[in-house]
């Protein structure tokens, strides 16, 4: 079932028939936080709102939930991601979604103009709607599809479609190991179902205009949230191949960051509980900060995990524990091996153990099964980190162009700068804010940021407002060159002040090496947001459009991923080297 496990709404008496709210002869229709204008108003009938076919109200909700119509006649027709709806003034059998059905109440004609009831607009469009407070009509996307497949490159990709854009945020259990999606202002329709291999249940629920998606997994395992650009879907991978033993939900660093780290002053390992479940028992471990650890089985089922550059206030902490599966567990503090703390517990029992990251960033958990095993089938040693290491520290991020402004145009390849820019930001975003840091983007979608066309200037000073205004600790404006001169290749970052310079080093470095394209180096220009920012910002131009070779690479999602690693690696070592300075 995992395979092809495809969840599909078609939404039929969920529209006014859940409003028990008895409506005046005027009809507000909201979407997106707006009223609707309408050339011709809504009237109702029967308590059933019916709104004009040919008008720019309805044009526009079409529209927003990514649909097109057409009329002929006595006829309307509405087309939604390929499927058809047809609708006949005074016929009650119509075609929706491609499907024939019966309708309620059929479109009419007054005053020549054709009305379709909002009920039936719904089902083509996929859409929602309710009454607020304030007894106006509110239309909101519908979750209408869930699909879960496996990737032969060893994880399940989860995805959530919606008919028109959606906010959304994640929570994790590390007790139950489930993902929580909630999606506010919208619909889904409750669901329910299991699969036998990695996921243990999937579920939707509706409350209080928020669908609540719950995946629960079978075992912990690394998730991570994939960046968007159709702002109506929500995809997460689930990775069931790899190590999981000591990998839940980890922030992802470097190896050059994590060897560094090392320098840096010791966190504080604050507290240690413990917890007993029906099938597992919990260590939870909280620090201030960043700290990598290693743990070993010794003879007689003895566990200690060293954690490096840690501190406690006691030199030995103990855990009284009456437990049939651990016995105490001790914190002792290792001087003698550098600012070292050691945990060490013995297991009654030959049972495993998983190490894994806790809800909150700062946080261990030592997960202790029940079940025995075979002494041989037993972890035996591990490794990883957990905590935070930069998460004081804000990114604004900055895709060049967008809306009416294009950037650079490639034709040949139908490719436009201003998507790209935001494609490789929002992938450098979900990278960012697996490492930990705040991240804000000035847009996430194709548009201006002040107004559809604005001035130039209007717009430059929007994206240094953000920056300047949410006193970020770094301005990253992402670009992409082009040239009369097409033999000219490669990548480039710009700086402008002298703060600038040792971030623009950094992400440069790490650009090239991960890109491995010619290097065009660093180079100085006052460029508006680079100028007119008060903290460090770089401007970067990934590679050329106008370059047969370049822009072969930046059509290949792969290459993009590569250029948001490398800015990513940039930053951590950026930051990594001002902690190493202030130390000294």
Request: proline share 3%; aromatic share 8%.
């Amino acid at each position: 079932m995992l395979k092809h496990l495809i969840f599909f709404i078609i939404l039929s008496a969920v529209y006014l028939s859940s409003c028990s709210v008895s409506y005046g002869q005027t009809v507000s229709v909201m979407l997106n936080g707006k009223k609707i204008e309408f050339t011709n108003p809504p009237v109702i009938s029967d308590k059933i709102i019916f709104i004009p076919v040919e008008d720019k109200g309805t044009n526009s909700i079409i529209n927003y939930f990514g649909g097109t119509f057409s009329c002929k006649t006595e006829e309307v027709y509405i087309a939604r991601e390929g499927k058809p709806s047809r609708f006949k003034a005074g016929n009650k059998e119509a075609i929706i979604g491609g499907k024939s059905v019966k309708i309620k109440i059929p479109p009419f004609i007054q005053n020549n103009v054709i009305y379709i009831s909002l009920d039936d607009l719904g089902k083509a469009l996929s859409m929602h709607y309710e009454s607020d407070k304030d007894q106006n009509i509110v239309l909101i996307p519908a979750i209408y599809k869930i699909i879960c497949k496996k990737n032969p490159a060893g994880y399940i990709e989860l995805q959530v479609k919606a008919s028109a854009k959606i906010e959304y945020n994640i929570q994790y259990s590390t007790e139950s190991y489930s993902i929580i999606i909630n999606i506010p202002e919208s619909f889904i329709e409750p669901y329910q179902d299991i699969d036998e291999e990695i996921i243990k249940s999937i579920s939707a629920s509706q409350k209080d205009r928020q669908s609540r998606i719950e995946i629960i997994l079978k075992k912990p395992l690394p998730v991570e949230i994939s960046p968007r650009i159709d702002l109506s879907k929500v995809t997460i991978k689930i990775y069931y191949s790899g190590n999981t033993a000591t990998e839940l939900w980890l922030p992802e660093v470097s190896g050059e960051f994590l060897s560094a780290h090392m320098s840096v002053k010791p966190q504080l390992i604050k507290n240690i509980d413990f917890k007993k479940l029906s099938d597992r028992r919990i260590i939870k471990i909280a620090s201030t900060g960043f700290l990598r650890y290693e743990w070993h089985r010794v003879a007689g089922n003895r566990f200690y995990i060293d954690f490096s550059k840690a501190v406690i206030k006691k030199i030995n902490l103990t855990k009284t524990i009456e437990d049939d599966i651990i016995s105490d567990i001790k914190l002792v503090q290792l001087n003698k091996y550098g600012e070292m703390v050691r945990l060490v517990f013995n297991l009654k029992k030959n049972v495993d153990l998983i190490l894994m990251a806790g809800e909150k960033t700062n946080e261990l958990y030592i997960s202790i099964m029940n079940e025995e095993k075979d002494i041989s089938n037993l972890s035996v040693n591990g490794e990883g980190t957990f905590g935070n290491p930069v998460s004081d520290k804000t990114i604004v991020i900055d895709p060049g162009h967008g809306g009416k402004d294009s950037g650079a145009v490639n034709k040949s390849m139908g490719l436009m700068e201003k998507d790209l820019n935001l494609d490789i930001s929002l992938r450098l975003q979900s990278l960012l804010l697996k490492a930990g840091f705040n991240v804000i983007l000035t847009r996430t979608e194709d548009r201006d940021l002040t107004w559809d066309g604005s001035p130039d200037r209007m717009e430059l000073d929007a994206r240094t407002d953000i920056g300047n205004n949410l006193l970020s600790d770094v301005f990253l404006s992402i670009h992409n060159d082009s040239s009369h001169n097409t033999g000219l290749n490669g990548t480039c970052t710009y700086y402008y002040k002298d703060m600038d310079y040792e971030l623009a080093c950094n992400i440069q470095k790490n650009l090239v090496a991960n890109l491995n394209i010619a290097n065009r180096g660093l180079k100085k220009a006052d460029f508006y947001v680079l100028k007119h920012t008060k903290m460090p910002a770089v401007l970067i131009e990934i590679a050329f459009m106008s370059n047969k070779q370049n822009v072969l690479l930046l059509a290949d999602p792969e290459f993009r991923n590569k250029a948001a690693e490398g800015i990513c690696q940039g930053l951590i070592e950026y930051f990594q080297h001002k902690a190493v300075k202030s130390e000294k």
